[in-house]
C-alpha cells in the first residue's frame, strides 16, 4: 500500500481524493494545509487520518511514501523540492514550476536524490489518450475525442470505445504506482526531460510575446500575510 500525502486542500487535492479511493494499492495518509481548518476539513471529508498545518511536515513523516503537490504554481519548485530532500516521491501539479530554471531545480533535486518524479499531466493516463497512441502507432489515422476514438479507414469507420466512468485522475496515480512497482525514477509517458523543455519553451513564448510574472522582477518581501508573489527569493542555480 502506497501512502500519500497531499500538500494543498484545493479543487485539485479533492479530485485526487476522489481518483484514490478508486485505486487498489493506494491510500492518502495526511493532508497539509496552511491552517489548520481546511487540513481538518479535508480530512474529515475523505477519511484522511493525519493532518497537517505546516506544509513541510510530512517531510518527517517517515509513514508517508509520496506526496502530491497540490498547492498554487508559484510554490510548486520549493514545495517539491523540500519532500524530494526528505527522499519522498513526488507527483507535482502543473505548471510544475514558473519557469525552465526552477523545473530543471526541482529535477535535479529528484535525480540528486534517488526519488520518483512526475508532472501531474493526467490527459497523458487518460484511455482515450492511450488508445490514440496506440491506433497513431499503428499507422491508422483517427480523430480524438475524451471517450472514444474514431478512426476512419479505406474499408470503412471503426469507433473505439475508451469511456471511464468517476475521476480520470486516477490512470495517473495508477502510473505512478507502476513506476514504483517497476523501480523506475520517472515515468517514460511523461519523461522529465521533456516536463523541463516544456517549460523552457514556455520561456521562450513568455519572452517573445513581453509576457513577465511578478516572480521575474527583484524580490519584495511579503507587506501582508498571503500577498507575497512567491514563497521565497528565486533560487540560486
Ligand atoms: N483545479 C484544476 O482543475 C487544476 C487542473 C490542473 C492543474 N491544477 C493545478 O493545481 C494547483 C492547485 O490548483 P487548485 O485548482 O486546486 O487551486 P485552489 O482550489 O485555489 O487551491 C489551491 C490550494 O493551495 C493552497 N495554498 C497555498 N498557498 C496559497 C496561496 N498563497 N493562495 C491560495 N492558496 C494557497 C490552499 O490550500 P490550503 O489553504 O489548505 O493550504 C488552496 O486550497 C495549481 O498549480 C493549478 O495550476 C489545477
Known sequence: MIRWGVVGTGEIATRFAQAMKVVGDGEIAAVTSLSADPAMACADTHGIGTRYDDYAAPAIDSSIDAVY???????????????LRATKHVLCEKPFALDAAQAR???????????????AMRSRFLPSYRTLGDVVRSG????????????????????????????????EIAEVHRCFGEGLLESPTMPLDETVAFAA?????RAQIGLVYPVDLPWQPPTRAGSAPHPAPPSSP
Open 69 to 83: 503537490i497540490a498547492s498554487p504554481h508559484f510554490r510548486h519548485e520549493a514545495d517539491a523540492t523540500i519532500f
Open 105 to 119: 531545480n526541482v529535477v535535479t533535486a529528484a535525480r540528486e536524490h534517488g526519488e520518483f518524479l512526475m508532472k
Open 140 to 171: 491508422r489515422i483517427g480523430d480524438d475525442c475524451p471517450m472514444s476514438i474514431t478512426v476512419h479507414t479505406f474499408e470503412g469507420e471503426e469507433v473505439i470505445d475508451c469511456s471511464f466512468e468517476g475521476e480520470g485522475m486516477r490512470f
Open 201 to 205: 519553451m514556455m520561456d521562450e513564448i
